[in-house]
C-alpha cells in the first residue's frame, strides 16, 4: 500500500506487492495501470493520507484485523474516532509545512526536441502547478549553454541529454560538478535521417566519407551512432567525420548539403522528412530497444539547498511522464508543445513521432506505437553502460569505478520511493541487462563488454 492511498479503504492491502495496494504483485500493477495511478485530490490530502497511512499502520499491522474494524465502522467513523487518539489533523499541517518548497520560482532550460516533452509539458497542462511550483520553462540554444547556465545557477534544473550529468560529474568538458539524475524524460526517440540523394546508399559500409551531425559528443545520439557504425566496420574516427549541431540547425544543414545525415531526435527527423530533404533510414530502437536518451537533472547544491523544491519538482516531472506514457494523450500533447515558445513545429509532425504513425520519406506510412517512450526510471545500468561508451572512445582516460559513478548520478533508489509514494510501481532493482544490436550487456561485467569491441579509440 503506498502512503498516497487510502488508509480507510477496507479493500486494500497494508502492505501489498504493489505500491497502490490492489494487485499482488507490481508487475500486475503495471500491466492493469499502465504505470499511472488514480491521482490524489490535492496535496492536503495527500498530507493526510501519509499521515492516517502511518497511523493505521501502527494500529493495525495486520490487514485482517483492520479490514474487520472498517468494515465494522465505515471509514468516517474510523477516522473520526482515530482523531480522538491521534491528533491527525495537527500532524497533517506540520508534515505539509515541513515539505513545503523552499522555493516556488524556478527556471528550468530544455532543448527544442520531443525528448523534453515531459519538461516542457508540465507548464502548459499544470503539472507544477499541481506539486506547488511556478516553473519558467527556458528554451535554450544549443546542449553547451544548458549545461553552463545550470552550473551558473542560471537554471535550478534542466533537460539533459542522459550522459551530460555523468560528464559533468567527471569534469568531462567541464570543471567537475556533481549532479545527479532523477528520471529519464524518454526512451527511444531517435533516429538516423539521411539526405534524399543517399536514399540508395542504405548499407553503412558504404558511408566511407560521409559526413554526420550529432546534437553533442555527450550523447544518447553520438554513441548509438557510434556504436552502428562500427558494428558495420566503419570506424567513426577515421571513415566518416561526426560533426556537433545543434538540433534545430539540422535540417537547414541538411538541406544546405553540408551533411550527408544526422542521428538527431525523431521530431527533427521527422521534420526532415515533412520538409522533403531526407528520409528515415532507421529508428534509434532498432539499435536498442528501450535506450535512454534525455534526462531531467539538477546539481548537488541544488538538491541539498532547497530539497523540497527537488523533491516537488521530481514529482511535477515523473506525473507528468506517466501521463505521457498513455497512448491517449499523446495528440493533446502534441498540440501543448508545438508553439514557439516550446518546440516550435507543425502539430502534424509531433503527432507523427509521438503517436508512432509516420511517414519515412520515401513515400510510405510507417507505425510503431513505442517509436517514442516515456519512463522516468533511472536505472543506474544505463549509466554504466554510457561510461563504457566514454571510455571506448577516449572521452574516459583512466579507470573509471564504473558501479560508484552510476550510482552517484543516477538516483535509482530516491526514485524508486518517490514514484511509489506517488501511487506508481518502480522496478524492484535498479540494474538490467539489455541488448543493443545483439549484443548482451551485463553491467555487473564493463571491462569485459568494453573489451569486446574491435573497433575503439586508440589508447
Not at 24 to 50: F, I, M
Not at 52 to 78: E, H, I, N, W
Not at 329 to 354: G, S
Amino acid at each position: 500500500m503506498s502512503t498516497f492511498d487510502n488508509p480507510f479503504d477496507p479493500d486494500r492491502n497494508l502492505r501489498a506487492g504493489c505500491a497502490c495496494g490492489q494487485h499482488q504483485s507490481a508487475a500486475e500493477h503495471e500491466q492493469a495501470t499502465a504505470l499511472r495511478c488514480a491521482p490524489v485530490e490535492s496535496d492536503e490530502k495527500r498530507y493526510e493520507g501519509v499521515v492516517a497511512s502511518a497511523v493505521m499502520r501502527a494500529m493495525f499491522p495486520q490487514d485482517v484485523a483492520r479490514r474487520a474494524f472498517l468494515k465494522s465502522v465505515g471509514a468516517s467513523t474510523a477516522l473520526a474516532a482515530l482523531s480522538q487518539f491521534f491528533p491527525v489533523q495537527t500532524a497533517t499541517e506540520v508534515f505539509a509545512q515541513a515539505g513545503a518548497p523552499e522555493k516556488k520560482d524556478l527556471k528550468v532550460g530544455f532543448i527544442p526536441i520531443t525528448c523534453a516533452t515531459p519538461i516542457i509539458m508540465a507548464a502548459p497542462l499544470g503539472f507544477y502547478a499541481k506539486h506547488g511550483l511556478n516553473v519558467d520553462v527556458v528554451k535554450t540554444a544549443g546542449w553547451a549553454v544548458v549545461r553552463d547556465k545550470t552550473i551558473n545557477k542560471e537554471y535550478d534544473a534542466a533537460h539533459m541529454l542522459a550522459p551530460m550529468p555523468l560528464a559533468i560529474s567527471l569534469g568531462l568538458g567541464s570543471n567537475p560538478i556533481p549532479f545527479a539524475v532523477p528520471a529519464i524524460e524518454n526512451i527511444n526517440g531517435q533516429g538516423i535521417t539521411l539526405a534524399m540523394k543517399h536514399k540508395d546508399k542504405r548499407d553503412p559500409k558504404d558511408w566511407k566519407g560521409m559526413k554526420f551531425a550529432i546534437p553533442f559528443d555527450y550523447s544518447m545520439h553520438n554513441y548509438l551512432l557510434r556504436y552502428y557504425l562500427a558494428e558495420h566496420g566503419i570506424d567513426p574516427d577515421t571513415d566518416v567525420q561526426l560533426r556537433s549541431v545543434p538540433p534545430p540547425e539540422m535540417v537547414a544543414n541538411l538541406r544546405a548539403d553540408n551533411i550527408d545525415g544526422f542521428l538527431a531526435p525523431d521530431n527533427i527527423c521527422q521534420r526532415a522528412i515533412y520538409d522533403g530533404v531526407g528520409f528515415m533510414h532507421l529508428l534509434s530502437k532498432e539499435i536498442w530497444d528501450g535506450h535512454p536518451c534525455c534526462s531531467f537533472a539538477a546539481s548537488r547544491e541544488f538538491i541539498t539547498t532547497a530539497p523540497n523544491s527537488f523533491a516537488a519538482l521530481t514529482r511535477a516531472i515523473v506525473d507528468a511522464t506517466a501521463y505521457a506514457s498513455k497512448a491517449e494523450n499523446r495528440k493533446q500533447i502534441a498540440e501543448a508543445i508545438a508553439p514557439a515558445n516550446y518546440i516550435n513545429a507543425p502539430v502534424t509532425v509531433l503527432e507523427q513521432v509521438l503517436t508512432g504513425t509516420y511517414a519515412d520519406g520515401l513515400g510510405g506510412v510507417k507505425t510503431d506505437a513505442k517509436r517514442v517512450d516515456f519512463d522516468p526510471f533511472p536505472w543506474q545500468s544505463f549509466g554504466v553502460w554510457m561510461l563504457t561508451q566514454m571510455k571506448r572512445w577516449g572521452q574516459i582516460k583512466n579507470d573509471v569505478d564504473y558501479k560508484a559513478i552510476a550510482e552517484q548520478v543516477y538516483l535509482a533508489t530516491d526514485t524508486r520511493k518517490l514514484m511509489t509514494e506517488m501511487g506508481l510501481a518502480p522496478p524492484a532493482g535498479s540494474y538490467k541487462s539489455f541488448a543493443v544490436m545483439g549484443k548482451t550487456f551485463d553491467p555487473a561485467k564493463p571491462e569485459d563488454y568494453l573489451a569486446g569491441f574491435k573497433i575503439r579509440k586508440a589508447s
